[in-house]
């Protein structure tokens, strides 16, 4: 299976919702122009921060397939996964097959504590029900398993299981996923915005980057500088961006994104209850950052 275009700075994009907090279809498209326009790599739907959890089938099908016609081919199109069980996250990987993306992205199960064996075996009957690419999405601090480096050496093994975003923060972790499997044609993600560059030294090659959604351009600077030989160049931009990732934690899980990208003038309304918005004193905090960067 060739892998080679799984790669670069890929935004999980926000999904814009109206006051039924159904898909507000032209700010997806919007959405989806402005990230195209900052020079990302491809797109992830229904991503966390495409706050997937809150948008029955129905609602993540719609989502997916304006997606896919507005980006019209131009850069490939990953779906997350993030169901509980494993059924349920076979129907949604044949979904996303019958709808046309060219890859998945399975979450480990939320809530329930499984065993690596289960883990295994329920990542294996997924990717047994697909002929599509399928990457993992390490994020331990929010569904509470850990995928760990001896997991994903042995899930390396079974064809289409290509790749894993990690987003633990664990550079070591990260570094293990490259080693262990750095002879398989494994596709390992940056899924921690500040450690973009890092995990790139180490062998990643790309990051899944929620700030994409907001500032794209200066993601894709950090991934071109470091692929052009420009470490200092990409340092910089790594370094300019941490303060709007860091910012993050002025709201709850991922309400920033989108108070982010009202802000900048790319209108996505508001986040999927029970999240609100941020108070009024971080979010300029917030605008404050976003002029430093130039967003504003």
Same mark, same amino acid.
């Given at each position: 299976m060739d892998t080679n275009w799984i790669g670069g700075v890929i935004p999980p994009i926000v999904t814009p919702v109206d006051a039924e907090e159904c898909v507000e279809e032209q700010g997806l498209r919007n959405v989806i122009e402005?990230?195209?326009?900052?020079?990302?790599?491809?797109?992830?739907?229904?991503g966390s921060n495409g706050e997937f959890y809150g948008l029955d089938h129905e609602q993540q099908e719609r989502a997916v397939s304006i997606t896919i016609d507005q980006i019209a081919g131009r850069v490939p199109l990953y779906m997350g996964i993030g169901a509980i069980t494993t059924k349920e996250c076979v129907k949604l990987a044949k979904m996303g097959e019958r709808l046309?993306?060219?890859?998945?992205?399975?979450?480990?199960?939320m809530f329930l504590t499984p065993s690596e064996e289960e883990l295994y075996r329920h990542?294996?009957?997924?990717?047994?029900?697909?002929?599509?690419? =399928?990457?993992?999405?390490?994020?331990?601090?929010?569904?509470?398993?850990?995928?760990?480096?001896?997991?994903?050496?042995?899930?390396a093994d079974i064809p289409n299981i290509v790749g894993v975003k990690d987003s633990s923060g664990d550079l070591t972790l990260t570094a293990e996923y490259i080693r262990r499997t750095r002879h398989k044609g494994f596709r390992v993600m940056a899924g921690r915005d500040v450690m973009i560059l890092g995990s790139l030294v180490y062998g990643a090659v790309g990051c899944v980057a929620s700030t994409a959604n907001i500032v794209p351009s200066l993601v894709v600077e950090i991934y071109d500088?470091?692929?052009?030989?420009?470490?200092?160049?990409?340092?910089?931009?790594q370094f300019k961006l941490a303060p709007l990732r860091i910012a993050f934690n002025l709201a709850s899980f991922p309400v920033?994104?989108?108070?982010?990208?009202?802000?900048?003038? =790319?209108? =996505?309304?508001?986040?999927?209850?029970?999240?609100?918005?941020?108070?009024?004193?971080n979010r300029d905090k917030l605008r404050d950052i976003l002029r430093q960067l130039g967003a504003l």
């Amino acid at each position: 299976m060739d892998t080679n275009w799984i790669g670069g700075v890929i935004p999980p994009i926000v999904t814009p919702v109206d006051a039924e907090e159904c898909v507000e279809e032209q700010g997806l498209r919007n959405v989806i122009e402005h990230v195209i326009a900052g020079g990302v790599h491809g797109i992830l739907s229904l991503g966390s921060n495409g706050e997937f959890y809150g948008l029955d089938h129905e609602q993540q099908e719609r989502a997916v397939s304006i997606t896919i016609d507005q980006i019209a081919g131009r850069v490939p199109l990953y779906m997350g996964i993030g169901a509980i069980t494993t059924k349920e996250c076979v129907k949604l990987a044949k979904m996303g097959e019958r709808l046309g993306v060219q890859a998945i992205t399975i979450l480990p199960p939320m809530f329930l504590t499984p065993s690596e064996e289960e883990l295994y075996r329920h990542f294996e009957t997924i990717a047994g029900s697909t002929s599509l690419p =399928v990457l993992l999405y390490n994020n331990p601090d929010r569904v509470g398993n850990n995928i760990s480096a001896n997991l994903i050496e042995r899930l390396a093994d079974i064809p289409n299981i290509v790749g894993v975003k990690d987003s633990s923060g664990d550079l070591t972790l990260t570094a293990e996923y490259i080693r262990r499997t750095r002879h398989k044609g494994f596709r390992v993600m940056a899924g921690r915005d500040v450690m973009i560059l890092g995990s790139l030294v180490y062998g990643a090659v790309g990051c899944v980057a929620s700030t994409a959604n907001i500032v794209p351009s200066l993601v894709v600077e950090i991934y071109d500088k470091y692929v052009a030989g420009d470490l200092p160049g990409a340092l910089e931009a790594q370094f300019k961006l941490a303060p709007l990732r860091i910012a993050f934690n002025l709201a709850s899980f991922p309400v920033i994104t989108k108070e982010a990208m009202n802000l900048i003038g =790319v209108p =996505v309304g508001g986040s999927i209850l029970p999240n609100t918005a941020c108070s009024d004193t971080n979010r300029d905090k917030l605008r404050d950052i976003l002029r430093q960067l130039g967003a504003l």
